[in-house]
Nanobody, 126 residues
């Protein structure tokens, strides 16, 4: 059974940085597409960034381009989200998601991911 566990959230001032990690248990991590979504209070869960199973393809929502970087370490079954130049509007619960696929694309809809972590809170103060 595959499980996802996020870590690294917290409170940071605007302009600061945080690094989120998602540890994936189980086998065949290298066959999973990974993504980060976020959900602010009263809003729907939205795509932030994703990376395909090989790591050769990534995608970012426009509001985080140039500030956030997703990476994966298939040897350690871990995906990371480096968040720099954080803004108050980045405040949300961040969720790690996974889906089994070998396609060289990044899926951006939450409906296409069937494995989710419990979420980690990121709060950016102004």
């Amino acid at each position: 059974q595959v499980q996802l566990v996020e870590s690294g959230g917290g409170l940071v001032q605007a302009g600061g940085s945080l690094r989120l990690s998602c540890a994936v248990s189980g086998r065949s991590f290298g066959n999973y597409h990974m993504a980060w979504f976020r959900q602010a209070p009263g809003k729907e869960r939205r795509f932030v960034t994703g990376i395909n199973s090989s790591g050769g393809s990534t995608d970012y929502t426009d509001s985080v381009k140039g500030r956030f970087t997703i990476s994966r370490d298939n040897a350690k079954n871990t995906v990371h989200l480096q968040m720099n130049s954080l803004k108050p509007e980045d405040t949300a619960v961040y969720y790690c998601a996974a889906r089994f696929s070998a396609r060289p694309v990044v899926f951006t809809s939450p409906l296409t991911y069937d494995l989710w972590g419990q979420g980690t809170q990121v709060t950016v103060s102004s």
